[in-house]
C-alpha cells in the first residue's frame, strides 16, 4: 500500500477522515456465523484467552493470556502460574485436552520441561576479576616512582 502496511476500510457511519481518526489502533469486531467459518474443534482466539492450562495430574499451570502464531501453529501464552510466564505451543504432542469451551486446557507438562530452569533466565553475574596491584613493567602498581620523569620516549 502507498502509506503502509494495513487494510483501507470504509464505513457508512464514519463520514470523514477526521472521524475516522477516532478508530486508529482499535479492534474490529464483526459478528460472524461460527458454523460457517470454523470447522469441527476449531476456535476463535479469544475463546481460548481466560481458559486455565492444567497438567495430566490436575495441577494448575496458569491462565492463557493471549494468543500468537509461529509459522504454521499457534502458540498460548501461560500466565500466573506456579513457574511463571511460558509458550504452550498448540500441537498434539503437548496438549492432550483441548476444552477451551469449559475453560480447561490439559497438557502433558513433562514434554514442556517447565521444572528446567528457563531459557531466558539470566545466569549469575561472576564476580569481577580483580587487576593484580603490580605492573609487568615495574612493581609500582601502574605509578611512577617519586621522582621518575621520564616519558617513556627513548633517547
Given at each position: 500500500?502507498?502509506?503502509?502496511?494495513?487494510?483501507?476500510?470504509?464505513?457508512?457511519?464514519?463520514?470523514?477522515?477526521a472521524?475516522?481518526?477516532?478508530?486508529?489502533?482499535?479492534?474490529?469486531?464483526?459478528?460472524?456465523?461460527?458454523?460457517e467459518?470454523?470447522?469441527?474443534?476449531?476456535?476463535?482466539?479469544?475463546?481460548?484467552?481466560?481458559?486455565?492450562?492444567?497438567?495430566q495430574?490436575?495441577?494448575?499451570?496458569?491462565?492463557?493470556?493471549?494468543?500468537?502464531?509461529a509459522?504454521v501453529?499457534?502458540?498460548?501464552v501461560v500466565?500466573?502460574?506456579?513457574?511463571?510466564?511460558?509458550?504452550?505451543?498448540?500441537?498434539?504432542?503437548?496438549?492432550r485436552?483441548?476444552t477451551?469451551?469449559?475453560?480447561?486446557?490439559?497438557?502433558?507438562?513433562?514434554v514442556?520441561?517447565?521444572?528446567?530452569a528457563?531459557?531466558d533466565?539470566?545466569?549469575?553475574a561472576?564476580?569481577?576479576?580483580?587487576r593484580?596491584?603490580w605492573?609487568r613493567?615495574?612493581?609500582?602498581?601502574g605509578r611512577?616512582?617519586?621522582g621518575?620523569?621520564?616519558t617513556?620516549?627513548?633517547?
Amino acid at each position: 500500500m502507498a502509506d503502509g502496511p494495513g487494510w483501507w476500510l470504509t464505513f457508512r457511519e464514519v463520514a470523514d477522515r477526521a472521524s475516522a481518526e477516532a478508530l486508529r489502533d482499535v479492534y474490529l469486531e464483526a459478528e460472524v456465523a461460527r458454523d460457517e467459518v470454523l470447522g469441527p474443534g476449531e476456535v476463535f482466539w479469544h475463546e481460548v484467552v481466560g481458559a486455565r492450562v492444567v497438567d495430566q495430574s490436575g495441577r494448575e499451570l496458569g491462565v492463557v493470556g493471549d494468543v500468537y502464531r509461529a509459522g504454521v501453529a499457534e502458540v498460548y501464552v501461560v500466565r500466573d502460574g506456579p513457574v511463571g510466564e511460558f509458550d504452550l505451543p498448540a500441537v498434539k504432542d503437548v496438549i492432550r485436552e483441548f476444552t477451551p469451551e469449559r475453560g480447561v486446557i490439559v497438557v502433558d507438562a513433562a514434554v514442556l520441561a517447565l521444572e528446567e530452569a528457563a531459557v531466558d533466565t539470566p545466569r549469575p553475574a561472576a564476580p569481577a576479576k580483580r587487576r593484580p596491584r603490580w605492573s609487568r613493567h615495574g612493581k609500582a602498581g601502574g605509578r611512577r616512582p617519586a621522582g621518575d620523569t621520564a616519558t617513556g620516549a627513548s633517547g
